[in-house]
């Protein structure tokens, strides 16, 4: 059983882009600049968008983090994001998710330059990706990609099992898997709440792909001998033991799964980290296109 470590692949992403930013600076070129809007006060929001920032630092990247209250109006968020996309020193943005209930998010989604939207959840950024065409991949799919290419995980003609249909991971996922090209290749069959006999399917899997939420969903007794398990589940769950008050599960039974999978990835330290690592990719590849 390999792990698939989030965590060092993610340092090495960071280590490449850091060496390519350095170059930038040397010829005295601009350097990429990632821009992060947070509405309200959700604390893991904070939390990812701190590392966002820390992230940009040691990369080398400028980066802006702009806070606006729980109480911000639709069109007060919609004339910072049309000033993001008019401003020529930021090359790309996020808006952190959730948004607050007095904010319709597709609104707000469609509303990013696609040329400035490194999450890669415009509209129009989506539909390239399903066509094939090179635009920004969502960071997590980006960041699964990634540690399977790094791990040379087989993926050709394998039967790809995803538990989660949302437009962040599930969805796209079953795109990329079933593209063209490595990784992809493979015969896809997407899960989600109403999808009968789960475990029926996903023991014929050779690859599950679990963006469910539900801690410790996935089971061993659902899972074939030597499959590759990847698990984007990240839940806070409480647990008085621990001096936060809580532990991070993921939808998978790592302790007993681990013991039949070929490669699996930990929670935390997995598919986590990647998501940050590609969202800086992302960034870069944006600022190249502008150039």
Do not use: W
Request: glycine share 8%; aromatic share 4%.
């Amino acid at each position: 059983m390999t792990i698939l470590d989030g965590k060092k692949v993610s340092n090495d992403i960071k280590d490449e882009i850091k060496a390519q930013v350095d170059k930038m600076k040397e010829s005295g070129e601009k350097v990429p600049h990632l821009a992060a809007v947070i509405v309200g006060n959700d604390g893991a929001s904070l939390t990812y968008v701190g590392s966002k920032v820390r992230a940009c630092e040691r990369v080398g990247f400028e980066s802006t983090m702009i806070r606006m209250s729980n109480t911000t109006s639709e069109v007060e968020l919609l004339d910072k994001i049309e000033e993001l996309n008019q401003n020529d020193d930021i090359d790309g943005f996020i808006i952190q998710l959730p948004l607050p209930r007095q904010i319709n998010t597709q609104k707000v989604l469609m509303a990013v330059d696609p040329s400035k939207d490194v999450d890669g959840f415009h509209p129009e950024n989506f539909g390239k990706m399903a066509l094939d065409m090179s635009t920004f991949i969502p960071a997590t799919p980006f960041g699964i990609l990634e540690l399977l290419d790094r791990y040379k995980v087989d993926t050709d003609g394998k039967h790809t099992v995803i538990i989660g249909r949302s437009h962040i991971v599930g969805r796209p996922m079953s795109i990329l898997m079933g593209r063209k090209g490595f990784p992809g290749n493979s015969t896809v069959t997407l899960t989600h709440s109403h999808t009968k006999n789960i475990t029926q399917i996903t023991s014929q899997a050779d690859i599950i792909i679990s963006a469910l939420g539900v801690p410790n969903f996935l089971k061993a007794e659902m899972v074939k001998d030597d499959a590759v398990i990847i698990d984007v589940g990240i839940t806070r769950v409480p647990d008085e033991s621990s001096p936060k008050g809580y532990i991070i599960t993921g939808d998978v039974d790592f302790e007993n799964i681990s013991k039949k999978a070929s490669f699996i990835t930990p929670v935390p330290g997995g598919v986590g980290p990647m998501t940050i690592a590609m969202l800086l990719k992302n960034t870069l590849l944006a600022r190249e296109r502008r150039m």
